[in-house]
């Protein structure tokens, strides 16, 4: 079901909270706002938030929630009952350690939470518990925050946003015990935490920071906000908001304000650090803080109108439900987070907590569009939703009212659907009974993201991974942490890689990153990002086209921008870098089969190369069957050497199977192995659990020094043995796999599709296609056809098509979209121009 007032990203109300960031910054520098404004509100709506109330709190459903806070806080009591020298909880020694600082005030904060319940009989030495806490504050402060001079060690994260957070909820929730018992601890503490914005302004928000962005610039804001509600500043308060709106602000990449590239994009695209493809963790936080904010601001008088909650409803539809499939976030957008213990139904939690309170701020058919998702997610999950992770009591009880309320369980995309993310070079295809979801890397994309020891062996995660969801299945026995512990990093599906040994970061260099200060290596130097924590590739070519539920996508394989800079010589002569492998790559998405081309494929400098069609894990003891057949119909044999025209994987325990057609290329090797590795391989922080698998893995390998080479083949999910020897008649052909035109035609269907590389003229079909492009035609009944163009490139200005054959005339087009007739056919001149990648479409008839 689709929102009443939605539609694309880029449409008001985004616009609209742009122009109310800077009325709000205008206001905040001529002196007090409007008289119905109320900051204690703020307050009291935070407290709220955080600690529900008497009707929230007096339900059983939030009984868990308060119980598991209060057991936190007696936990927390008594680490700081056995605390040592320079410790404030036991276990967590200070003076060097910035993850112990900000550990230390969140127990404090913790502690603090469970003595201000709202309806519920409060400890019997809750004052003196809450005195205890801010004794612990001012300890803290003396210690170890408030000397400028001694602090802002390790990550800038912890004392511009992390700390912060921790204190000023903690001075919001004891503000009362605080004006008896400590009153000069409110101002104290935030005139520090204003000294520590570094990467501000004279203490304050700078929206030129390269820090000051997308969900950190929305945790920030939202720091300055309560903290100018605690003291009285208006003037505090409306600055912080007018930062704040500009979050919500879609992003313009040929515009950029402020140069600020992270945030959403039109298509649905997140992206953090400039280059992240972000959604499933930085976004997600976002999605949290900026309901937050609602919630906050409700009945204050700061937020004029529903603007924030429609640009809020517009992320939801657009960017995060494609990425959400039967309760699980998929792994392509989450960067480093992928090396996590948690998994991809733990990480919809916050989405569904989101959905939940937003739902509270919207009427009619788009509250029932909301709360059919929620229920929905509940409906398609295979993990049960542990409400005692929502932030708020207020959302549990929401939440069981929601799933008690007549709504029906609804997605809020169709079953089959095609989602073009090309802003953040990420692609999601579903159909009812399975999600297909792809990570791209070029020029304006990382190919990864490593950090603070997490993500251990990130290299190829951007080269053409895929992930493929089954119905039906339980997503923690096919992906999550155990995905990425279980397989080599050089054989994640989709993946072509190079064959060779290749050291982490911290093995490197004994550090979780580079450090070099006299060439600008810094554990956050620019230089850092550049080449270390997420390095972007360097070619233009990621993207596709995008016809209804159909779309073709392709990729250039690039080396890493690391590597190129080593290669000019620019980087210090001990900052080690690696090779990419050659390969350029196209994906046809249909109905019942995902098709892949591959051309020019090469270790390059001698080095052999594998290009995996899929890697699957399974638990040790699922009966996993494979199957095949010969181009002759005679079964396929492990033992033999008869390369197989079709495969199938099954998963007989968990009722999944994944077929493979292979049309050209070398002979495909197969793999089935029992392994067991530590998760502690992915990230430093990870316990040292050893994870058994099975691991069945199929492969083209060449050997080093094999010219380049192309090949061909369809993964065809939940495909049975019959169908799969079907393919032998069709539908599916290749029209071109070449590094210069990949094409290729569903007969059934009526499609046909082409990526094309290079310069000149290219011919698919009855398609010609001018330079670089990617081009998705579609005949039906009747003699119609609609077209979609797309620039993969984001560089050219027009894009021109001829369709050969007998003229067509124009029934509908995109604005750009130019139709003409030309001898032998007709032509469609599309202007790309600032399009960054989007397709444009015409629907063309034979009638005249």
């Known amino acids: 079901m689709e929102f009443s007032r939605r539609s694309a990203l880029s449409v008001i109300p985004a616009a609209t909270l742009w122009a109310l960031s800077r009325s709000l910054r205008a206001e905040a520098a001529a002196g007090p706002g409007p008289a119905d404004r109320v900051p204690a509100a703020l307050l009291s709506n935070t407290v709220a938030l955080f600690a529900g109330t008497a009707e929230s ?7 868990p929630k308060l119980a598991s806070l209060r057991a936190t806080a007696q936990a927390r009591l008594a680490a700081m009952d056995g605390a040592g020298q320079d410790e404030l909880f036991e276990g967590l020694p ?34 003196a518990v809450r005195r205890r806490v801010l004794d612990g504050l001012a300890r803290l402060h003396d210690g170890w925050f408030g000397d400028q001079s001694k602090g802002y060690y390790g990550n800038w994260f912890h004392w511009e946003i992390g700390i912060p957070a921790y204190v000023t909820k903690t001075l919001v929730l004891l503000r009362d015990e605080l004006t008896t018992y400590r009153p000069e601890l409110t101002a104290t503490y935030i005139a520090s935490m204003d000294a520590y914005l570094r990467n501000g302004k004279d203490g304050d928000v700078d929206l030129d920071s390269r820090f000051h962005t997308g969900a950190n610039l929305a945790d920030i804001t939202t720091n300055r906000i309560l903290q100018g509600a605690l003291l009285g500043d208006e003037a505090r308060i409306t600055k912080a908001l007018a930062d704040q709106f500009t979050v919500y602000s879609t ?17 649905g695209s997140f992206v953090q650090h400039s280059s992240v493809a972000y959604t499933g963790s930085y976004g997600k936080g976002l999605l949290t803080r900026s309901v937050q904010t609602v919630k906050i601001l409700d009945g204050t008088g700061y937020l004029p109108d529903e603007g924030l909650v429609g640009v809020v409803q517009g992320w939801i539809a657009d960017g995060f439900a494609p990425l959400v499939f039967e309760g699980w976030l998929m792994e392509i957008v989450k960067g480093r987070a992928v090396s996590r213990t948690g998994t991809g139904y733990a990480d919809v939690t916050a989405v569904v907590e989101a959905v939940v309170d937003l739902s509270s701020h919207t009427s009619g058919s788009d509250t029932e569009a909301l709360e059919g998702y929620v229920k929905h997610v509940r409906e398609t999950s295979k993990a049960g939703l542990d ?8 959302s549990i009880a929401r939440y069981a009212d929601i799933l008690d309320s007549p709504a029906p369980a609804r997605d809020l995309g169709p079953a089959a659907s095609h989602a073009a993310y090309n802003a953040m070079g990420r692609t999601v295809h579903r159909r009812p009974r399975y999600a297909f979801a792809l990570a791209r890397s070029s020029e304006r994309i990382s190919k990864y993201e490593y950090m603070s020891g997490e993500n251990l062996m990130p290299w190829f995660q951007g080269d053409g991974a895929h992930y493929l969801y089954l119905s039906g299945a339980d997503q923690r026995e096919a992906f999550g942490i155990d995905y990425f512990t279980a397989v080599p990093p050089h ?62 996508t392709g990729l250039v394989q690039s080396d890493d921008a690391a590597y190129a800079a080593g290669q000019a010589g620019t980087l210090p002569e001990d900052f080690v870098t690696y090779r990419a492998a050659g390969a350029t790559r196209s994906w046809f998405m249909f109905d019942d089969e995902i098709l892949v081309l591959s051309a020019g494929v090469t270790g390059h400098a001698g080095r052999a190369v594998t290009t995996t069609v899929d890697s699957r894990i399974a638990d040790p003891s699922s009966p996993v069957v494979l199957t095949g057949g010969l181009r002759d119909g005679s079964p396929w044999e492990r033992t033999g050497t008869a390369p197989p025209a079709w495969l199938r994987y099954a998963d007989e325990g968990q009722r999944t199977a994944v077929g493979y057609v292979f049309l050209s290329g070398p002979p495909p090797v197969a793999a089935l192995d029992t392994v067991t590795r530590s998760r502690r391989l992915v990230r430093l922080a990870n316990a040292d659990t050893a994870v058994t698998k099975q691991v069945f893995t199929l492969s083209y390998e060449q050997a080093p020094g094999e010219r380049p080479t192309a090949m061909a083949h369809a993964l065809v999910p939940n495909a049975s043995a019959r169908q799969l020897a079907s393919y032998a008649h069709g539908p599916l052909s290749v029209l071109s796999n070449t590094v210069r035109l990949q094409a290729a035609v569903h007969s059934h269907l009526g499609i046909t599709a082409a990526n094309s590389f290079t310069q000149g003229t290219h011919q698919a079909g009855r398609l010609s296609i001018d330079g670089p492009a990617s081009v998705m035609l579609r005949r ?13 490139t984001t560089t050219r200005r027009t894009v021109s098509v001829t369709l050969h054959g007998r003229p067509l005339r124009r029934v509908s087009a995109d604005a750009g979209v130019r139709v003409r007739h030309v001898p032998g056919g007709t032509r469609l001149d599309v202007t790309t121009h600032q399009a960054y990648g989007r397709s444009l479409t015409a629907t063309l008839t034979e009638r005249p």
Not at 387 to 394: G, I, L, N, Y
């Open 57 to 63: 709190n007096a339900r059983p459903e939030v009984a």
């Open 94 to 127: 200070l003076g060097t350690s910035d993850p112990n600082l900000s550990a230390s005030y969140q127990y404090l904060y913790e502690i603090a939470l469970a003595t201000c319940l709202p309806g519920t009989p409060g400890p019997d030495d809750g004052p």
């Open 251 to 267: 992003i313009d990449p040929y515009q950029p304000r402020h140069g600020v590239t992270d945030g959403f994009y039109a298509d």
């Open 387 to 394: 409400t005692t992770a929502f932030v708020s009591p207020v």
């Open 491 to 552: 054989r994640l599906a989709g993946v072509t890689a190079p064959v060779e040994t290749r050291r982490t970061v911290p093995e490197l260099y004994g550090t979780p990153w580079y450090d070099n200060p006299e060439r600008g290596f810094t554990s956050s130097s620019e230089s850092q990002n550049t080449y270390v924590y997420f390095p972007r590739g360097t070619q233009a070519f990621s993207g596709g086209a995008r016809l209804g539920a159909y779309g073709v």
């Open 780 to 792: 039906t009944g009747g003699g119609a056809y609609s077209i979609a163009v797309s620039d993969p």
